[in-house]
T-cell receptor, first 110, second 112 residues
Framework: QKEVEQDPGPLSVPEGAIVSLNCTYS??????FMWYRQYSRKGPELLMY????GNKEDGRFTAQVDKSSKYISLFIRDSQPSDSATYLC??????????FGTGTRLQVFP | DTEVTQTPKHLVMGMTNKKSLKCEQH?????MYWYKQKAKKPPELMFV???????INESVPSRFSPECPNSSLLNLHLHALQPEDSALYLC???????????FGSGTRLTVV
């Protein structure tokens, strides 16, 4: 079993839809949770960063962490074609090692 | 623009060449990283430097040699690479417990 599981998609939604992206993990020591957006042939861009459990909102993006279920989510409201990218979840414990999910490819069509 | 700067953006090298990738950050982060990313795959950790000391080496072949000259700079020296080493090489930096990991735009390396 991988430490971090993420549905690779692709996920195709119409413009304006609410998108839900999810990851599950097995290591209960993870405390830091991140979501990255990566456009083709570019480096990952940090979207959301959360420490421990709870919710965090930034504009159209909301990140949720449920440590009891070992489950994290990213919601994108009012999705736009410019949101079309690969979304990577990532997490770490108190070491310097960041563990990535496989990434979910999202396509938002006009 | 990203706050982690990588040069060059693209590199083509032969299997007998020696080249270096460079990374610079001015955010005061204490840890710097090299990742390798193949197409349609997540980044894979190669090396971690913490306070300018190598703290993690993920069993990377010796043809990849990292160097951290100071707290802002990270180099990756390349020698006798194979075509399968062609990938996007990403540098990142972080301060644990603060703002997460910041990645550079990467160097797209092609080995011919």
């Amino acid at each position: 079993q991988k430490e971090v599981e993420q549905d690779p998609g692709p996920l195709s939604v119409p413009e304006g839809a609410i998108v839900s992206l999810n990851c599950t993990y097995s290591n209960s020591a993870f405390q830091y949770f991140m979501w990255y957006r990566q456009y083709s042939r570019k480096g990952p861009e940090l979207l959301m960063y959360t420490y421990s459990s709870g919710n965090k909102e930034d504009g159209r993006f909301t990140a949720q962490v449920d440590k009891s279920s070992k489950y994290i989510s990213l919601f994108i409201r009012d999705s736009q074609p410019s949101d079309s990218a690969t979304y990577l979840c990532a997490m770490s414990d108190n070491t310097d090692k960041l563990i990535f999910g496989t990434g979910t490819r999202l396509q938002v069509f006009p | 623009d990203t706050e982690v700067t990588q040069t060059p953006k693209h590199l083509v090298m032969g299997m007998t060449n020696k080249k270096s990738l460079k990374c610079e950050q001015h955010m005061g982060h204490r840890a710097m990283y090299w990742y390798k990313q193949k197409a349609k795959k997540p980044p894979e950790l190669m090396f971690v430097y913490s306070y300018e000391k190598l703290s993690i080496n993920e069993s990377v072949p010796s043809r990849f040699s990292p160097e951290c000259p100071n707290s802002s700079l990270l180099n990756l020296h390349l020698h006798a690479l194979q075509p399968e080493d062609s990938a996007l090489y990403l540098c990142a930096s972080s301060s644990i417990g603060a703002d997460g990991y910041t990645f550079g735009s990467g160097t797209r390396l092609t080995v011919v």
